[in-house]
């Protein structure tokens, strides 16, 4: 069973229909939809601000979640959309991320960026802090710049396929399924 710990009076809340890893971490203000998957190593951390989390979305494996306290100069929150996977051993700290996105292995996303729907993040990637993108885009490199925009392939073949690949291998772990 994962390990969920309440902190400064939060327990996590978790969805009908999700997968916890066993070794997944879950601490503090944390907020997980429904049909959702949170992988092995993966840590998320609410334990000094707020991580929601949407429905269908899946957490890979060594993924950090994290934000900036809530009482500090320029706190921020993890808030991720719908239909979002996040890759293999990517951090979001204090970050938005919109519904259909796709966060590549090893990305990072850094306090108050807002990544809006459609948007991929490529592996590696880092986006600053206070960075806004532009929907429907493909962001890469260090910082992450705008390569393209995100085709109708692209959407169906690496967005919504990966999410909903992500709820079959989830069942396949899941006790209850």
């Known amino acids: 069973m994962a390990f969920i710990k309440e902190v400064r009076g939060h327990t996590p809340r978790v969805g009908e229909n ?4 066993e ?15 949170i992988w092995y190593n993966a840590v998320l951390r609410g334990d000094v601000n707020r991580i929601v989390i949407g429905d269908r979305t899946n957490i890979q494996d060594g ?7 809530d009482q500090a100069k320029h706190p921020s929150q993890t808030i991720i959309g719908n239909d979002v996977s996040v890759g293999h051993n990517a951090i979001v700290h204090g970050a938005i991320i919109g519904d259909n996105c796709l966060i590549g292995m090893g990305a990072t996303i850094l306090d ?3 990544v809006p729907s459609g948007c991929i993040i490529a592996a590696n990637a880092l986006v600053l802090s206070n960075a806004r993108l532009e929907p429907d885009s493909v962001y890469a490199g260090v910082p992450a710049k705008k390569v393209k925009e995100v085709t109708p392939e692209q959407r169906d073949e690496i967005i ?7 709820m079959l291998y989830a069942s396949w772990h899941n006790e209850k399924a």
């Open 160 to 166: 919504r396929r990966t999410a909903h690949d992500y």
């Open 112 to 114: 108050n960026a807002v």
């Open 18 to 21: 999700t997968f916890l890893a």
């Open 23 to 37: 070794t997944a971490v879950l601490l503090g203000d944390v907020t997980v939809g429904r049909d959702c998957s």
């Open 63 to 69: 993924v950090v979640l994290h934000t900036i306290y």
